[in-house]
């Protein structure tokens, strides 16, 4: 090996320090009003004679690119399947390519944060977990680059119907036995200001019951493992990712979310059937509507209103695409369509709570309460 | 259908045409996603979702299996040659099979590595079978008080790793310092976000694969640049046909000390059997194993072929662990296994316990595909070696910036965070130094990994038994032996360092 | 003598090394008098050890150091040139030019970035011909987009420049 000089060395510095200042120039040059302003759209001559119709034109914008879908999470979880099984009737109907980058961290805010900043071209979309988004909004959680009121909403693919499962053995089979039963029974939950937290202690507010709230388990799956071994005796989550569970018969539903029962659970009663106060009967009206938000597919704010227009109706195709519709029912994936419009407005639902609720919210989430 | 009926039916649908094909392309998949660093086996089985989706089960299963069964050869292979571990689980290969390329046995090591990780995949999945009928009381014995017994337990080999003359003290400071790490991040029990500087990238904890892509390999790489060596410095002549003697050479090494392949495919499929503790543990601890029963501990981390076998046999045999729990009740051990329970879903075999009632032949398939993916991929991976050992010979000035530019390329892919990358580089200067002052580097990543388990699981077991939990009858066994074994160890500490005196005085 | 100051030199690293996680150790601990009980219990319990045994650590480093510096005839010459020594200015060097790998990957994402730093380094530092430089320089992080981005579909890092266009 031939010798170092130093003086070679010093050199190499200081052509890279003066390419990084050159860099740095231009970063800083670039003027952020670009940002917004939607690049090789603004109607030059040709267009404005041809005059075709603004989806024409975003369609044609589309063609041949590469959609990047940022998941929020690893590769092979919920978000991941449900957006590498919708990703080719994406691209079917964009004429597009869509490519899955997954940005896992922060259970799921950094992924977010990624597509909140993202170029808002209409080439970066992602999926997310909305009802985490929304209950850190809430809690002012430092690092959050995001407001979930500015996205550019495409559609909702799926809701969940959050179920509380007990284990087998649990002696009270019904919501009601239980409620009046003597015993102070033990909820499993993951970290504290995750959903099966948050589901746990507003229902334990809102009946004024005495569960005691094991917190801490790394995952559902451990719980799981708790009840088998009896150390819980049940927990909140969502109906398809318990399937499994209630299927072997290893647990069994006692009590679900939402206003109507759902036509998978018509037996269980759900959770507005137990209210009994108003103000139970309000605490879990804002319990429904952080979970209403679902898994929805955002784009980044200040996208051109055509391209945000085309992306909601591709999606509209894709998600009603008989085979993909057959995909996810043999999947056990339940669709939960709802359109980008109605999407905006179910996020505002969430996020403005009544003032006398809000409070409580954030104390759970902190985990105060 | 009784179990030998099952497993000869097992069999004859893995070995079928319709399957062996995909068996195959899976395992070469597997080895080639194990070789470039930062993809483990989960990524390599999440990449077949699209195409197992109109398969018919069998096939899909033994296709997504055998691409995750091969993974662990590609890493071995990297881990050896470049000090690269391709996953986590290769990570503890990196003490003794990088010196023994540097000694110009690198063909040597590669094939001990190779039989090594067949013969750890072959006992897992025999264990598996072994248990089948009773797996799922062997899975419920396990809960937070037997965790954090077997945590603790784990945690004791600190200080078999720190035994090196009078840098015990250096040892415990470097596991102290990595259980100290592991509290980084979102506190499970109270929402503290612990010593992430407020960043939001450290919320979920130090991400262990960038650390050990920096702690080792970005490590080896400053070493290896500044002392200016090739990465294999003796052999540079060896022709082809002298390389792949070599590798038989190392098949034989594993072979004639199967005693200590048997010991750590034990340690890894345990290891398996508990959630959450993962690969990577039960590849330390079995490097640390293979040191505290070897005759010449002193040898080891500086090319001893027991600590290439140790690791190696050990993080295979961990999927036969992480498949019972899986197999039993249908919930995942592993973000691998989370993934074969969704495709499984998909496929339209309802996991949990119908699975071994009426599906018993389709555990079969994967019993199978484990062993036949592993034996392609320990097959191939000999192959691939000899092409890749000789890019070892070339020179480091050419070598070290080109390893640099994949290893980060490797530690932005895990999670394509960006600020990932930047850890890498924090652990490759923390990591060189440590090297160059002797402080115990497995010691640390021990630590990192149980450090954390070692709390929630304690809390888990106070709130659910109160504060006599470990009275329970398993973990009560477990705390005798972790006690016995603790004591063992300082004795034999005490023990070599009076040897060290009395050596040197 | 030659050895005689290789031992010093290793001493002082050593210090400074163990000053440095001392003071790593401080730092964490006021951040852990800031959390709840809870929280600081286990980080506490494993930090008062690791305070007595990084101590007794750095003692035993001093004493040594001491013991060298008694053997050692000493005139302010040596003290000064101890650090000048070629394989720690190799250390800084190849940090540095890790460290612009990164802030290049950051700007100019990884594919560019890459090729940048593997021209650079190849021909400025190791001095090889630039056939082969560029050659390798362009080569492999071609290669490794094709096998990412092509092959595999993972994007890797674009660059905050990318966010510009």
């Known amino acids: 090996m031939k010798k170092l000089s130093l003086k070679k060395l010093l050199k190499v510095g200081v052509y890279a320090a003066m390419f990084l200042l050159f860099l740095g120039v231009l970063a800083g040059c670039s003027p952020p009003a670009e940002e917004a302003a939607p690049p090789d759209v603004s109607g030059d001559g040709k267009i404005e004679v041809e005059k075709p119709s603004v989806k024409d034109e975003a369609a044609a914008f589309y063609k041949g690119k590469i959609i990047q879908l940022i998941v929020p999470y690893e590769p092979g979880g919920g978000y991941d399947v449900n957006s590498r099984l919708l990703a080719p009737y994406l691209e079917k109907y964009s004429g597009a390519t869509v490519v899955i980058r997954n940005i896992d961290g922060a259970g799921g805010m950094l992924g977010v944060n990624e597509q909140y900043l993202a170029s808002p071209d209409g080439l970066t979309i992602g999926i997310q977990n909305a009802v985490a988004c929304v209950t850190n909004q809430l809690a002012g959680i430092e690092g959050i680059a995001f407001d979930m009121q500015k996205f550019g909403w495409i559609g909702r693919l799926t809701t969940d119907v959050r179920v509380l499962a007990m284990r087998n053995d649990f002696p009270y089979k019904t919501i009601e036995d239980m409620l009046a039963a003597p015993e102070t029974f033990k909820i499993g939950a993951t970290g504290l200001g995750g959903s099966t937290f948050v589901d746990a202690v507003i229902m334990k507010n809102a009946l004024e019951l005495d569960w005691e709230i094991i917190h801490g388990y790394d995952s559902s799956p451990q719980i799981d493992m708790g009840m088998l071994r009896g150390e819980v005796d049940g927990t909140f989550g969502s109906y398809t990712s318990r399937l499994s569970m209630l299927e072997s018969g290893d647990q069994f539903v006692i009590l679900q979310s939402g206003e109507t029962r759902s036509s998978e659970l018509p037996d269980v009663p759900t959770w507005f059937e137990i209210a009994t106060t108003d103000y139970s009967k309000k605490l879990i009206t804002v319990l429904e509507a952080t979970h209403s938000v679902g898994r929805p597919f955002a784009a980044p704010p200040g996208l051109p209103a055509e391209r945000l227009e085309f992306l909601r109706d591709v999606f509209y195709q894709a998600v009603h695409d008989p085979e993909f519709v057959a995909d996810m029912i043999k999947a056990d994936r339940p669709i939960n369509f709802l359109s980008g419009e109605e999407m905006e407005r179910v996020i505002d639902d969430a996020l403005n709570m009544p003032e006398d609720i809000k409070p409580i919210f954030e104390k759970t989430l902190k985990g105060e309460i | ?505 | ?165």
């Open chain 3, 1 to 165: 003598m030659r050895d005689d100051s290789r031992e010093k030199r290793r001493a002082i690293t050593e210090l400074l090394f163990g000053i440095f996680l001392l003071a790593l150790l401080i730092v964490l601990f006021v951040m852990v008098m800031t959390y709840q009980p809870v929280a600081r219990r286990a980080p506490l319990t494993v930090m008062i050890p690791l305070f007595v045994m990084l101590a007794a650590q750095l003692f035993i480093f001093y004493r040594r150091l001491k013991k060298l510096q008694s053997h050692q005839i000493n005139d302010g010459k040596t003290e000064i040139s101890i650090f000048k020594t070629r394989k720690l200015r190799k250390v800084l060097v190849i940090t540095l030019f890790i460290i612009s790998l990164m802030a290049l990957i950051y700007l100019l994402g990884h594919v560019i970035g890459m090729a940048i730093f593997l021209i650079v380094f190849l021909r400025l530092v190791s001095r090889e011909r630039w056939v082969l430089s560029l050659a390798l320089g362009i080569g492999v992080p071609v290669a490794l987009y094709l096998v990412f981005e092509k092959l595999l579909h993972i994007m890797v890092y674009p660059g905050i420049i990318h966010r510009y266009f």
């Open chain 2, 1 to 505: 259908m009784s179990i030998f009926e099952a497993l000869l039916a097992g069999l004859y649908t893995a070995v079928s045409l319709e399957v062996l094909p995909f068996v195959v392309i899976g395992a070469l998949l597997g080895l080639v996603i194990g070789i470039i660093p930062g993809l483990g086996g989960h990524f390599a089985m999440a990449m077949l979702i699209p195409f197992v989706f109109r398969m018919s089960p069998a096939t899909g299963i033994a296709f997504v299996l055998a691409a995750h069964a091969s993974v662990a050869q590609g890493g071995g292979i990297t881990a050896i040659l470049f000090s690269t571990p391709g996953t986590g689980q290769n990570a503890a290969t990196i003490f003794d099979g990088p010196p023994m390329t540097e000694k110009g046995e690198g063909g040597r090591a590669v094939g001990a590595a190779m039989t090594a990780c067949f013969l750890g995949a072959l006992f897992g999945v025999f264990v598996l079978t072994l248990l089948l009928p009773v797996l799922r009381q062997v899975v419920l014995v396990f809960g937070p008080p037997e965790f954090f017994m077997l945590a603790v337990l784990a945690l004791t080999f600190i200080a078999v790793l720190s035994d090196k003359g009078i840098n015990i003290n250096k040892g415990l400071i470097a596991g102290f310092l990595g259980i100290l790490f592991s509290f980084v991040g979102m506190c499970n029990v109270t929402g503290v976000r612990r010593f992430t500087f407020g960043q939001l990238e450290l919320w979920g904890g130090l991400p262990i694969v960038p650390v050990m892509l920096g702690f080792f390999a970005v490590a080896e790489m400053i070493h290896l640049w500044v002392e200016g060596k090739s990465l294999a410095s003796k052999a540079s002549s060896l022709n082809f046909a002298g390389l792949q003697k070599q590798i038989f050479q190392g098949v034989l090494d594993t072979l004639r000390r199967w005693r200590l392949v048997i010991r750590c495919s034990a340690i890894g499929t345990t290891i398996g059997l508990i959630p959450g503790l993962g690969s990577a543990s039960a590849a330390f601890l079995a490097y640390a194993h293979a040191k505290q029963s070897s005759k010449n501990p002193d040898e080891f981390g500086k090319g001893a072929i027991e600590g290439v076998i140790g690791p190696e046999s050990a993080n295979d045999a961990v999927e036969g662990g992480a498949l019972a729990a899986t197999v039993a009740f249908g919930i995942p051990g592993s973000s691998s296994m989370a993934i074969l329970l969704a495709i499984l879903v998909i496929l339209g075999v309802q996991p949990g316990p119908n699975l071994m009632l009426n599906n018993l032949d389709l555990v079969f398939v994967m019993i199978w595909t484990v062993v036949i993916g592993n034996f392609i991929g320990t097959i191939a991976g000999m192959f691939v070696a000899n092409p890749l050992t000789r890019v070892t010979f070339l020179r480091s000035s050419v070598l070290v910036p080109v390893l640099l530019i994949i290893v980060f390329t490797g530690a932005y892919v895990v999670h394509g965070v960006y600020g990932e990358v930047i850890i890498t580089f924090v652990f490759g200067l923390l990591g060189y130094a440590m090297k160059k002052l002797d402080y115990s580097r497995p010691a640390l990543i021990i630590g990192l990994i149980l450090g954390v388990m070692v709390e929630k699981n304690y809390y888990l077991a106070l709130k659910l038994y109160g504060s006599t939990f470990f009275m329970q009858p398993v973990a009560l066994i477990i705390m005798i032996i972790t006690v016995t074994v603790f004591f063992y160890n300082i004795f034999k500490l005490v023990q070599s360092q009076r040897r060290n005196y009395t050596r040197a005085g």
